[in-house]
């Protein structure tokens, strides 16, 4: 085994130092099945953490078909093949609202970048309204919006923030929040039809997962929709995270959160691990969009990424892994809320399906360093969380969907542990 002193040497030689590592000492694994990934020296760790390996890691029925397709054909969209139309057709019916065409990509940076191809051909508009922490994916036009990471590249001269309000961290009364989150969308949208921009999309994430799920008044996100409707923009629902029955409420974020977009982007769950995004919209839209542009992208639409794709759809159904989301995820919030009333530290349990949260603060301000302390408890207990937020200071706790009820007893046992040691 290379050690990860050594390791870590050679990768800082050759990717740099800059990819990010989770934990103070890094985790080198090996191989995972199922829920559990193990590292070089054996050990097993519970993965409390990773979404892309959505129906689990190495999933027998996902390896299964990516493989058979990989040996028969894999070629691009210019020539025909009934495996790409076989896989919309079954992604598209899980879709209402008019949402019955889909444009593919390879990452959720693509299908954003894409989203936002759309609407600014679609509105004729460049101006656009994010989150004030939200990230959204590496292209150039992405990171000019990005709020939420470290990045050089200065936010776009067309391009507005919203503050996302958190319930749970802020005294005032609800309506008046709400009134003054809209009041501040008013003049983003007013500024942007001023500066000349015009407004082209208001692009968000339905669950407001890199913001750490905050509590939003009732009937926030319906309210930005609209208003973003009336001054002309389009909504585009960046479900990379949201998506794919992540809430066990909902195959999808934005009925979870009770909007319907224009555009949905989709990655990181989609392929379980294979490279594979999508952009679900509108007929109307398609065509607009199509009638203007050529588009075509190499990999994208692949027989082997919509063979992965149907094999993750299919797996999801007959496991039915959504419905057991909501079952674990409403067990888990149980003993989530228990613990938020037995430590200080804890303000409040969040979340919904198997995207469960604790947000840690001390005397009223957010408590990072004990977040973060707690997810280094958790290594030690050999279960993989990570932490979310404006502060870092929300537990960010989101395992695979094959996630079981035998698995679920351990999880909540080390969470225990861990916020009692810290
Ligand atoms: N949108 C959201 C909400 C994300 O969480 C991410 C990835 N963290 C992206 C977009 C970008 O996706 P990718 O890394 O596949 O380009």
New binding site residues.
């Given amino acids: 085994m290379t050690s990860n002193a050594e390791l870590i040497a050679r990768r800082n030689t050759t990717i740099g130092p800059y990819s990010p590592l989770f934990y103070t000492e890094p985790l080198q694994m090996v191989s995972a099945k199922g829920v559990w990934l193990t590292e070089a020296n054996g050990d097993r760790y519970l993965d409390g953490y990773n979404n892309v390996p959505h129906v689990g890691h190495s999933n027998d029925r996902v390896v299964r078909a990516l493989c058979k397709q990989a040996a028969t054909l894999n070629i691009n969209t210019r020539y025909l093949n009934s495996r790409i139309v076989d896989y919309s057709e079954r992604l598209l019916s899980t879709f209402g609202h008019g949402l019955d065409r889909v444009f593919y990509g390879n990452?959720?940076?693509?299908a954003?970048e894409l989203a936002l191809r759309i609407a600014r051909q679609h509105t004729g508009a460049t101006g656009l309204i994010v989150s004030d922490y939200s990230?959204?994916?590496?292209t150039i036009s992405l990171a000019e919006m990005t709020t939420g990471l470290k990045t050089r590249e200065p936010l776009g001269a067309h391009v507005r923030t919203l503050r996302i309000p958190d319930l749970d961290r802020d005294p005032r009364p609800e309506a008046e929040v709400l009134a003054d989150t809209l009041a501040e969308l008013d003049t983003a949208i007013e500024s942007l039809q001023e500066a000349g921009f015009g407004v082209s999309a208001c692009l968000f994430?339905p669950l407001f997962?890199?913001e750490g799920m905050p509590r939003l008044p009732e009937g926030l996100v319906p309210a930005i929709v609209s208003r973003v409707r009336a001054a002309g923009g389009l909504v585009i629902a960046?479900e990379?995270?949201s998506g794919f029955g992540r809430t066990g409420t909902h195959l999808w974020g934005h009925d979870h959160a009770g909007m319907i977009p224009d555009l949905v982007t989709m990655?990181?769950p989609m392929g379980n691990g294979h490279p594979m995004?999508a952009v679900v919209t509108s007929e109307a839209m398609l065509d607009e969009f199509g009638s203007h542009n050529e588009f075509f992208n190499t990999f994208a639409g692949n027989p082997v990424s919509a063979a992965v794709g149907e094999a993750v759809l299919l797996e999801m159904e007959e496991e039915q892994l959504m419905q057991r989301a909501a079952t674990l995820g409403e067990r888990a919030l149980v003993s989530f809320r228990e613990f938020a009333d037995r430590h200080d530290f804890v303000r409040t349990a969040k979340g919904s399906g198997l995207f469960l949260g604790l947000d840690f603060a001390i005397d009223g301000e957010p408590a990072p360093q004990l977040a973060k302390q707690v997810v280094e408890a958790m290594k030690k207990r050999k279960v993989l969380i990570s932490r979310i937020g404006r502060n870092e200071s929300v537990l960010k706790v989101r395992p695979p969907l094959a996630f079981g009820p035998q698995e679920l007893p351990l999880l909540l046992e080390a969470l225990d542990g861990a916020l009692s040691e810290v």
């Avoid at 990452?107 to 693509?110: A, D, I, R, T, V």
């Fill in positions: 990452s959720g940076s693509e954003n990230y959204h994916g590496t994430d997962s890199t960046d990379v995270q990655g990181k995004s």
